[in-house]
């Protein structure tokens, strides 16, 4: 998404116009629409089409909300919208998996973590493909584009399907955390009532930690009073940041006091805290669906022009892979706008 004052200066509108057509005080011009259209890249068809019902933010579990900017973050909810509003094209056209997301409150964070690898059948072992997982229980994964990183991953129930909004393109073992904690959310969230925010982060990072990084998983791989370098190794296998495991050891009384602190110190001192630790985590659904689309003769761009998107903005929200792949090469090359 681009700042007000940008689009005012690439458009040539006033501010305040603007401002008008956002609020629906005024509705902007042929001309006006043309030169939005220019500036921000969106076909015209765009500004004419009706609006998506939003992801509002009550419905969305954005961490620390209360220190978000505004522009941040009801960025990140339009752009959530708009990566939703290609769920319901796909549904008229797929048997998509329903949701099978179990609401459990009242137990522990572990406990919670434990209930659903029990009802995903996931037993102790580490999770290959996190994305994959979410994917084939319901949930709905997309990418948001880049600028949201700071945003962080966060999850939402919109039109009776939960959904978990990637803030970045590849996600690394810390994705592989953030997307978890949005998981908690959606598993530990009361339906009602006040939520103490501050807490329940700290419970959502409990159950990604748990969910993640199984107590019975990590003793049937001998980690208990692990070393640095068997961490450095351990780490690949659960994808997660080397002082993730070495936190969760400790915070399982797997390990003690003076071996968690001089691994700790040596996990941030060397190597073994790069991000570079992990695969990337990939849609699994979203290729089979482009793919099928490609057999019944519709492309990316086909799609792109239904939602009234550019195929660049589309593919912004795909997890980990390419539309280009399913795209002739006549449908023109994406134009990448990470970074405008």
């Known amino acids: 998404m681009t700042h007000s004052s940008s689009v005012a200066s690439l458009s040539k509108i006033t501010s305040t116009s603007l401002n008008a057509y956002e609020n629906e005080r005024q509705p902007p011009s042929r001309g006006s629409i043309s030169s939005l259209s220019a500036a921000l890249g969106f076909p015209v068809s765009f500004f004419s089409a009706p609006a998506p019902a939003p992801i509002q933010q009550g419905w969305a579990n954005l961490r620390r909300p209360?220190?978000?900017?505004?522009?941040?973050?009801?960025?990140?909810?339009?752009?959530?919208?708009?990566?939703?509003?290609?769920?319901?094209?796909?549904?008229?056209?797929?048997?998509?998996?329903?949701?099978?997301v179990p609401r459990l409150?009242?137990?522990?964070?572990?406990?919670?973590?434990?209930?659903?690898?029990?009802?995903?059948?996931l037993a102790d072992a580490p999770i290959q493909g996190l994305v994959p997982l979410l994917e084939a229980n319901g949930i709905r994964v997309f990418s948001l584009p880049l600028e949201f990183t700071d945003v962080g991953s966060f999850s939402a129930v919109h039109s009776g399907t939960p959904f978990i909004f990637l803030t970045s393109q590849q996600p690394d073992a810390d994705n592989r955390l953030d997307a978890a904690r949005a998981l908690g959310h959606l598993v530990l969230r009361p339906s009602t009532g006040q939520i103490d925010w501050r807490a329940f982060e700290t419970e959502t990072d409990r159950f990604a930690a748990a969910f993640l990084m199984p107590r019975t998983g990590l003793l049937a791989h001998m980690l208990r009073n692990a070393?640095?370098?068997?961490?450095?190794?351990?780490?690949?296998?659960w994808g997660v940041p080397a002082t993730a495991l070495a936190h969760r050891l400790h915070g399982l009384g797997l390990t003690q006091e003076w071996n968690f602190?001089?691994?700790?110190?040596?996990?941030?001192?060397?190597s073994l805290s790069r991000r570079d630790h992990a695969t990337s985590e990939t849609s699994a659904?979203?290729?089979n669906v482009f793919k099928a689309l490609q057999a019944q003769g519709l492309t990316p761009h086909d799609v792109a022009e239904h939602l009234c998107l550019p195929m660049w903005e589309l593919n912004n929200y795909m997890p980990g892979f390419d539309l280009l792949a399913f795209a002739p090469p006549s449908a023109g090359e994406i134009r990448s706008q990470s970074a405008t």
């Open 66 to 100: 209360s220190k978000l900017a505004s522009r941040q973050r009801d960025g990140a909810l339009s752009s959530a919208t708009l990566a939703a509003s290609l769920n319901p094209w796909l549904e008229s056209r797929f048997h998509l998996p329903q949701p099978n």
């Open 261 to 270: 602190r001089r691994a700790l110190a040596q996990v941030k001192q060397t």
């Open 285 to 287: 659904l979203l290729p």
């Open 227 to 237: 070393t640095p370098e068997r961490i450095a190794t351990a780490k690949g296998l």
């Open 105 to 121: 409150q009242g137990g522990s964070p572990e406990e919670a973590a434990e209930a659903v690898r029990t009802h995903w059948y």
